[in-house]
């Protein structure tokens, strides 16, 4: 019987990334960052409120995550959980931080307890995931992710793999709406560590019953 096969985000699923790249941009650059607007219109100068321009609000997101994830700290659980659910499920981290990333990632999540493989994306994540499936064929996966993007991809392109949609960072939950695309939406992981061992439990008496 193959083992389950858990798929995850790192940002506000498993590392806080908002509120310590907030206090960057306030600290280094004098910008606010607001959780009540849409990512792409959150920034805004402090001096003037003038919006902060849709291409370097991306720089910023790109030079926070090349000198700054010393900054990012586990989600509360987050890692206990993970080390529950690697004893009956194997663990992979789809990030979308780039390949070039992919490594100081690694580096950043080993550290504070999280051993597991990552690869660093681009873009909608149902094509990455469509790939682990087709290359370890699990009889039962399950994906994590805050953005509601990354489940309407996985939903189109893997309709068969379980979709949790959660955004652990609390200041910023409130102001991100449930996605229609994932099966459940729960933002701690005491209760989501329960909905995942529930859909491996149910795996488990499934195929132990087809087997014998």
Request: charged share 30%.
């Amino acid at each position: 019987m193959s083992r389950p096969l858990i798929i995850s985000d790192c940002d506000e699923v498993l590392m806080h990334m908002v509120v310590p790249f907030r206090s960057w941009l306030e600290e280094q650059h004098g910008i606010d960052f607001s959780f009540s607007g849409g990512f792409e219109r959150a920034l805004r100068h402090k001096t003037s409120g003038d919006l902060i321009e849709r291409e370097l609000v991306w720089t910023l997101l790109g030079a926070f995550f090349e000198t700054e994830m010393h900054r990012q700290t586990p989600i509360r659980g987050a890692v206990e959980a993970m080390a529950r659910i690697a004893k009956r499920a194997d663990i992979v981290i789809v990030t979308n931080i780039g390949e070039e990333r992919a490594q100081a990632r690694a580096d950043q999540i080993h550290a504070h307890g999280l051993p597991y493989p990552v690869i660093g994306n681009r873009g909608g994540k149902g094509p990455a995931v469509r790939k682990l499936l087709d290359e370890r064929k699990p009889g039962l996966s399950i994906f994590i992710d805050d953005l509601g993007a990354n489940h309407v991809s996985v939903a189109r392109d893997v309709p068969e793999c379980w979709r949790l949609h959660m955004v652990g960072e609390p200041e910023f939950a409130p102001h991100v709406e449930p996605v229609r695309e994932a099966h459940e939406r729960i933002d701690d992981w005491d209760r989501a560590e329960a909905w995942i061992m529930a859909r491996i439990d149910e795996y488990d008496a499934i195929a132990t019953g087809a087997l014998s």
